[in-house]
């Protein structure tokens, strides 16, 4: 963990030990839930081992809006920043090893030492702009190219993904996963 925030954030050694300090390690089972609609986000985690999935839930359907792979952060952002209750579910696809920090310890940190608040900031920026992408993504790119860039964020861990799970989250249907993944295994 101490690498991957010293590479990610530009922090040093000593910097990201008091980081990596702060968090619990936390084991879930395949099905597990990390966080339940109407409860509000206190937590963020970090993807060690395992993988996950975002489930935004609307009064009459289900849309899985993400996928959280290893070295990956995992939380409702949204109701984490605005201490609301959260839309979504967040699941355990499979077996998962999460390191997890409480707001109350994230900010005392943060009062504590200013590297944090510059951390913090910089992960509110990089989901912005994630968020923006995802949109655009929607609105430009065909199925095919939506799949594509999903798969080629992690190959490995997209083949352990159910088939209806992955079209929800690009919002196509699983018939056009299926004519996708022909095509392309064709091309190979």
Same mark, same amino acid.
């Given at each position: 963990?101490?690498?991957?925030?010293? &590479?990610?954030?530009?922090?040093?050694?000593?910097?990201?030990?008091?980081?990596?300090?702060?968090? %619990?390690?936390?084991? %879930?089972s395949k099905g597990d839930i990390f966080l339940k609609h109407g409860d509000i986000c206190n937590t963020i985690g970090f993807v060690k081992k395992g993988l996950l999935k975002s489930i935004t839930i609307g009064k009459e359907k289900e849309l899985i809006d993400d996928f959280i792979f290893e070295n990956q952060f995992v939380a409702d952002y949204r109701s984490y920043l605005t201490k609301k209750k959260s839309t979504k579910d967040i699941i355990c696809i499979e077996n998962c090893t999460i390191h997890t920090i409480h707001r109350e310890k994230l900010e005392e940190l943060s009062n504590k030492y200013l590297f944090i608040s510059k951390i913090e900031k910089k992960v509110t920026e990089h989901l912005y702009v994630l968020a923006e992408k995802k949109f655009d993504d929607l609105r430009l790119l065909n199925a095919e190219?939506? %799949?594509?860039?999903?798969?080629? #964020?992690?190959?490995?861990?997209?083949?352990?993904?159910?088939?209806? &799970?992955?079209? #929800?989250?690009?919002?196509i249907s699983p018939e056009t996963v299926s004519r996708i993944r022909k095509k392309l295994t064709k091309r190979s």
């Open positions: 963990m101490n690498n991957f925030f010293i &590479d990610t954030f530009k922090i040093t050694k000593n910097e990201a030990q008091i980081l990596s300090s702060s968090f %619990y390690i936390e084991e %879930y190219e939506r %799949y594509l860039k999903l798969f080629n #964020s992690n190959r490995r861990l997209l083949y352990k993904i159910p088939q209806y &799970d992955i079209a #929800s989250c690009l919002s």
